[in-house]
Every structure is written in structure tokens, then in C-alpha cells.
């Protein structure tokens, strides 16, 4: 039924490609206006139910103590070197007039007054945190409201004062803050450039035609104008996380060509046997389409998934991702036939490149001897025959070493520390980069990470002064702050400062002594209660909550994709040696991005400047995507070995030509892939940087390692039994088609029924 359909679809499309054509401009323009008309910013509420940082944060809420809100600061230091606030009138007031200039700015709320606390006395200033002990920094830290009614207008605006008070001032001055992370541009626009130009080069390579480059990157971009433009309407609806338009615009990219290759080869082959143009882009979205609508409702069902961790941003972003990924389908199996018609018979015909590298190839038959010429088509994947089957003659030494290999990529994740990087791992050009490293050499490093301690009394006068006892007290806190205190609840926030940085593992030890051991201590066993927030705090329990979280998750992902394997394919092992694989490959992406990240290896060659823990969220995010990804590259490859074994009934020749029929267009999706996804990795970002690193690192492995070595090298060894299945199951399966993927016949394309 589905063949049908898709078949019905891509030849109505192709015979009227300017009403369909005119139809998606309609729709990019309407996602456009909506976007404009009722779209919202994206933000990131770090926070999950039941976790102790949210009941902070509720507590914080209470009190309005302003510490809910959107933060900056500022920080300063005497371009003279021998000055120092302390007794340095010209830098104190110049630091005087930078303070009441920032006040002046639009929605600020307040600002700490470090020269006022001088001139009660350096001690204060210094007690206060606003002035380090050698009298070398100040921090005037900036309070707005929440990012609701906040805008890029803001940041620019404090961005613009800072940069005409560096010419005025005698100080140095840079600034950070949760402001800067909200509404600092993402620098993902220059990389999906870099993407689209890598992807449209091997494209040419690949077709030798201009003409057939363009039609997977222009549908490529309609469906990217459509698929984000109605991300940012959902973002006016709810909160959609900042990297979800980025990571939206690398899958969508990647899967959106990759999807494209699979019909546009196919539509090519057609093309050749002399069918017309119509006919032959309707059969190719009958065959090549039904495994990109296979694979993107796997990626769109694993992503969606993320559910189970119950951490509503993971959940919303994971959405966003996915009408990405749908639109990215749609226009595959509509859009793409369109093109296509409109194209006509010129796809048919080779370009220069392609008719340069037909010589080379009929010149290097001649000379190594006397033979017949090879049909079209069957020169590039006769190299490729001749690999799988070497690989198919010695399967025990290829298997054993290439499952080495990953096992061996896989064990730094032994090592695997998840957290978030801050200002630190930016780099130095990055004004947020300067103030982080002038906060820490001045007040220690602890300080760009602070701790809030929301308490709720409940009419125990003595819990406060206990609180700020016990806290300071602890061998893990550097300084507390004077404590705030709402006269209408009663509720008291303290902002505690780690001896350690937000990124070390020491301040996670530290947050999880405060929560067992310090405040209980401090509130005893009265109506009383104390939890710890601040972004730190949020940031580590969603973190813990995923890493929970991840093997149910993951089982789940693993069990569907057995189950719908067993399901097309009407076996056991061959869907368990599927999970196995792409569990393997995952492993090794993951083990990769430790080992760049967490111990540096290599970190320079993607401008990483210091190492970084795995953001909290991104293990899973990534296994999600992954896993449907590389269901889309099996389910292409076995619909061939399957078919193949079906016609001849011998295990080993369908093998070799299942893999080899497949393996040029499998090899140039997952370069597309690769090329634009590292072309994400090179972005000043380090989250972007790992979402770029570890999809182009497990793609590159699925694609070459699994799919070229591993999966001949386990299926011939295990011979007939790859196609076993017990004859009780197979009863109780419902029938289907076997074959998503069928090789072209000179009739329309049917679903192949295979029963046991």
C-alpha cells in the first residue's frame, strides 16, 4: 500500500512540478510570516519536576530576591597596571561612572555598587565580593528580568556601552552573564553555508551534473526555511531551547540531502533503462522513498522518546527537532519528484566530470586487457564487489579486528563526565571568555559558578544564622554572601561561592555535601527547609537525571528497532547483529568525543581551547538521532541482501551483491553527512561542537567500518541462519514487505511478499 501511494505521489508531483513547486514557495513564505508575526526567542529553562534545584528555584520565585531573573557582569581592571581600586582615585571613578551608566540602561533592574563599597571601606568591598583582594578587579554585577520580557536589544544595548566606554574610560572591560548565552547570535549560519558547499561538491562528484547537484540542496533549503520557520512559531508557544534551530539545522541538512540522494540515484537508474522522466521520478519515490519515510519516522520516533528522562526542555527540543525531520521527508517524497519532472530527461545525461571519468575507465579496462565492456552502472560497484567479497572470503580475521577497533574507540567512555561548559571553554576572542578569566585569577574560580541557597524558615528565627554557619564552614565553599531576607514570606536566599569552577567534578561533590550533610544539619528536624539552586545546581541535577534516565531510554530505542527489523526482514539474527552493530558504532562516536573533549585529543584541529565535560543532555540526544540515522543505512542495505538472497538462494553471492549494489550510494550519503556536520564542529560553541563531532564521527564509522566490513564479515559467517526465524514467531507476525527498498524492474514496482 505503501508503494502505491508513494508511487501515485511522485508521479503526480513530476508531471505537474510548477503547482507543487508554487505550493512549497507558498508555504516557506506563510512559515516565514508566522515565524515573524508570532514567533518567540528561544530560551533554556534548565529545570525538570522533582529535582531539588526546581523547589529552589520555586522558593527563589517566592521571595523575589531578583535572583530569578536574567543576569550580566561587567567586569573591570585598571588598564594601568600599578593602580588598583583600592587606592586609585581616576580608577574608582571611572568605575563609579560605569555603574550608574549601566543602571541607566533599559529594563536593568539594579547593579552591585562596587565603589560605593569602597568608599565604606576596602574591607567591605572585598567581603562583599565586588572588589578582589589585591584591589586589581571589580564586578558589577547586572540584574534584569526574566527572558520573557527580555530581547537581543538588551544585550546589544550593554554591548554598545561597553564598547563607547572602553574609548572613555582608563579600564578594561568585558562582561558575561546569562544574557550573553540567551541572546549572543548562534554561529550556526556560517556553518550550514560551509555544509551546503561541501555537500553541493560531492554532489557534483558524485553525478557529474550541475543540474543534479542543485535539486538535493535546493529542496535541502525550502525544507530548512519551512522546518525552522515553524520551529521558531512553536518557540512563541513554548520554550524551545537554544540549540534545538541549530541541531535542527544539522540533521535537517544531513538527513534532508542524504534522503534526496537516495530518490535522485535511483531516478537516475530509471532514467538509463529509457523509462520517461515522470514515470521514472514516481518509481523512484516508490522504492528509494519508502526507506526515507522508514528511516526519518525512526529518527522522529527515537527522538520523541526522549520523553522518558521527564525533562521538559530534552522533550521540547526533541519536537523541534523532529518537524525538522518530517518536513524533511515530505519534501523528499513531493518537492524532490517535482524537481525532478521539471528537470526532465537532462538528469539522464552525465556532465563533463562524468563523462571525463567514463573515459579514464574505458581507457583502464583497455589497457589491463581484453575485455567486454562493463554495462552503466556496473563500473563503480565492481570495485566494491571485489572488496566485500575479499572481506566474505576471510570473515573471522575482518570481523575480529574491525569490532576491536570500535570496542577499543568505545573505552574512554568508561571516563564519561557529564556537565556543562561555561565561559571558560569559549575562546579567548569572546568577551565572556576575558571576564571569565579575569573573575577567576581575582576571585578564584568558584566564582563564576555560584550557588543559591533558597530557605524557608517556617518560623524558626535562629535557621538563617545556622545556614550561613554551616555553609561557610564547609571545606568546599570559598565565601557567602550577606544573606537577603522577604519580609513578606520569610523566605532567605544565600549566594555561595565554590572554592572549585562550575566544570570540575570537585563543585558537584560539593553541591551533593551541602544538599546530604550540611543543610539538613543546619534546619534539624523542624518545619523548616533549605534547598540549593542557581544555574550550576540546575545544570548538574539534569544532568544526573538524564545519565538515570539513559538505559531505559536506550532499551527502549533498541527493543522498537529490533522489533520493526524483525518485522521487515523476517528474522532473529539479523536484527540482533543490526542493534549489535549500530550499538557498537554509537559506543565509539561516544568514546571519540571523550577523548577530544574530556582529555583533548585533538581539540586544537576543531579550535577547542581548554577541555570541556559532555553537556549533560547530549549523550542521549545524540544516540536518538543516531540510531534512526543508521537504521536508514540498514534498512537500504539489507532490502538489497534480502532481495538478492531471495532471487539466488546462496547466502554468500547475496552478500557480496546486496553490499555492493549499495555501497556507492550508502558512501556518498554518509560523506554528505560527514562533511556537514563537521562543518558544525568547527563553530566556537563547544556544545555545537559536540553534537557536530559525535554525528560525523558515528556516521563516518556506521558507514564505513559497520557497513562495508563488519556487516559482510558477521553475515557471511553466519550463513543461512541469517534468514532463520522459529516457525511459531513467524506465524504470529503480520505479513509484509520484505524488500523497502526493491532493485527497478521494467515493471511498476510492486511490494514483494516474502512467507516462510
Known amino acids: 500500500m505503501l508503494s502505491k501511494a508513494l508511487l501515485r505521489l511522485g508521479a503526480g508531483a513530476a508531471r505537474h512540478p510548477w503547482r507543487v513547486i508554487a505550493a512549497w514557495l507558498i508555504a516557506a513564505t506563510l512559515a516565514v510570516l508566522a515565524a515573524v508575526a508570532f514567533g518567540g526567542r528561544t530560551a533554556d529553562s534548565m529545570t525538570a519536576p522533582g529535582l531539588d534545584s526546581g523547589r529552589a528555584a520555586e522558593l527563589i520565585e517566592r521571595a523575589g530576591s531578583g535572583q530569578e531573573g536574567m543576569t550580566a557582569q561587567v567586569v573591570v581592571t585598571p588598564l594601568d597596571d600599578g593602580a588598583t581600586f583600592l587606592d586609585d582615585d581616576s580608577a574608582r571613578t571611572a568605575l563609579t561612572r560605569l555603574r550608574a551608566e549601566v543602571k541607566r540602561l533599559p529594563h536593568v533592574l539594579g547593579a552591585s555598587d562596587p565603589a560605593g563599597a569602597l568608599d565604606a571601606g576596602g574591607d567591605t568591598a572585598v567581603r562583599g565580593g565586588l572588589v578582589s583582594a589585591d584591589g586589581r578587579t571589580a564586578v558589577v554585577r547586572v540584574q534584569y528580568p526574566d527572558q520573557s520580557r527580555l530581547s537581543a536589544e538588551d544585550l546589544d544595548a550593554l554591548v554598545e556601552l561597553g564598547d563607547r566606554l572602553r574609548a572613555e574610560l582608563p579600564l578594561r572591560i568585558e562582561m558575561g552573564g546569562s544574557l550573553f548565552y540567551a541572546f549572543s547570535d548562534p554561529d550556526g549560519g556560517a556553518s550550514e553555508l560551509i555544509g551546503l558547499l561541501a555537500a553541493a561538491a560531492i554532489l557534483f562528484l558524485a553525478f557529474g551534473s550541475l543540474v543534479a547537484a542543485a535539486l538535493p540542496i535546493g529542496m535541502a533549503v525550502f525544507g530548512l526555511t519551512v522546518g525552522v520557520a515553524t520551529m521558531t512559531v512553536l518557540a512563541g508557544v513554548t520554550e524551545v531551547p537554544t540549540f534545538a534551530p541549530v541541531l535542527g539545522s544539522m540533521v535537517g541538512l544531513g538527513v534532508g540531502i542524504d534522503y534526496a540522494l537516495f530518490v535522485l540515484a535511483r531516478h537516475r537508474e530509471y532514467l538509463a533503462r529509457g523509462l520517461d522522466p515522470h514515470e521514472a521520478a514516481g518509481r523512484a519515490v516508490a522504492t528509494a522513498g519508502r526507506p526515507v519515510v522508514f528511516a526519518g519516522g525512526t529518527v522522529v520516533v527515537s527522538i520523541l522518546g526522549m520523553a522518558v528522562a521527564n525533562v521538559p526542555f530534552m522533550t521540547v527540543g526533541g519536537l523541534a527537532v523532529s518537524i525538522v525531520v518530517l518536513t524533511m521527508v515530505l519534501a523528499s517524497v513531493t518537492l524532490l519528484p517535482a524537481f525532478l519532472g521539471a528537470a526532465g530527461p537532462r538528469l539522464a545525461r552525465a556532465g563533463r566530470i562524468g563523462r571525463i571519468g567514463r573515459a579514464l575507465r574505458a581507457g583502464r579496462s583497455g589497457r589491463l586487457g581484453r575485455r567486454r565492456a562493463p554495462a552503466a552502472g556496473a563500473a563503480p560497484a565492481a570495485g566494491w564487489r571485489r572488496w566485500i567479497g575479499h572481506v566474505s572470503r576471510h570473515p573471522v580475521p575482518y570481523a575480529v579486528g574491525a569490532a576491536g577497533l570500535l570496542l577499543t574507540a568505545t573505552l574512554p567512555v568508561l571516563g564519561l563526565s557529564v556537565g556543562l561548559p561555561d565561559d571558560g571553554s569559549l575562546p579567548h576572542s569572546r568577551t565572556e571568555r576575558r571576564a571569565y578569566d579575569l573573575v577567576a585569577e581575582g576571585f578564584g574560580p568558584g566564582t563564576n559558578g555560584p550557588l543559591v541557597v533558597a530557605a524557608d524558615p517556617a518560623g524558626d528565627p535562629g535557621v538563617v544564622d545556622r545556614l550561613v554557619a554551616t555553609v561557610t564552614a564547609d571545606p568546599g565553599i570559598a565565601s557567602v554572601a550577606p544573606a537577603r531576607i522577604d519580609r513578606a514570606t520569610g523566605v532567605a536566599t544565600l549566594v555561595v561561592f565554590p572554592t572549585t569552577s562550575p566544570q570540575d567534578k570537585a563543585t558537584a561533590d560539593t553541591l551533593s555535601r551541602l544538599r546530604t550533610e550540611v543543610l539538613p544539619a543546619a534546619i534539624g528536624h523542624g518545619q523548616a527547609r533549605a534547598h540549593v539552586g542557581g544555574a550550576a545546581a540546575s545544570l548538574s541535577d539534569v544532568g544526573q537525571r538524564t545519565s538515570e534516565r539513559l538505559p531505559v531510554f536506550v532499551a527502549a530505542v533498541l527493543a522498537m528497532s529490533f522489533l520493526l527489523l524483525m518485522l521487515v526482514f523476517r528474522s532473529i539474527l539479523v536484527p540482533l547483529k543490526a542493534v549489535l552493530l549500530n550499538l557498537l558504532s554509537i559506543g565509539a562516536a561516544y568514546g571519540v568525543m571523550v577523548a577530544v573533549f574530556q582529555w583533548g585529543w585533538g581539540g586544537a584541529l576543531i579550535g577547542l581551547e581548554a577541555t570541556v565535560p559532555i553537556v549533560s543532555f547530549i549523550p542521549m540526544f545524540l544516540f536518538a538521532i543516531l540510531f534512526g540515522l543508521s537504521m536508514d543505512y540498514e534498512v537500504f542495505l539489507l532490502s538489497r541482501v534480502r532481495e538478492e538472497y531471495v532471487r539466488t538462494g546462496d547466502n554468500g553471492t547475496a552478500i557480496v551483491e546486496g553490499v555492493a549494489g549499495t555501497a556507492r550510494i550508502i558512501t556518498s550519503a554518509a560523506l554528505i553527512m560527514v562533511a556537514v556536520f563537521l ?44 534468514w532463520w526465524l522459529p516457525g511459531w514467531l513467524d506465524r504470529l507476525l503480520p505479513r509484509g514487505p520484505v524488500s523497502t527498498d526493491a532493485e527497478p524492474t521494467g515493471e511498476a514496482p510492486r511490494p514483494r511478499l516474502v512467507d516462510r
Open 679 to 722: 562543518s558544525f564542529a568547527v563553530t566556537e560553541d563547544p556544545s555545537t561542537k559536540m553534537f557536530g563531532l559525535g554525528l560525523a564521527t558515528a556516521i563516518l564509522i556506521d558507514a564505513t567500518v559497520v557497513r562495508m566490513v563488519l556487516v559482510p564479515a558477521t553475515m557471511t559467517l553466519l550463513g543461512r541462519a541469517n
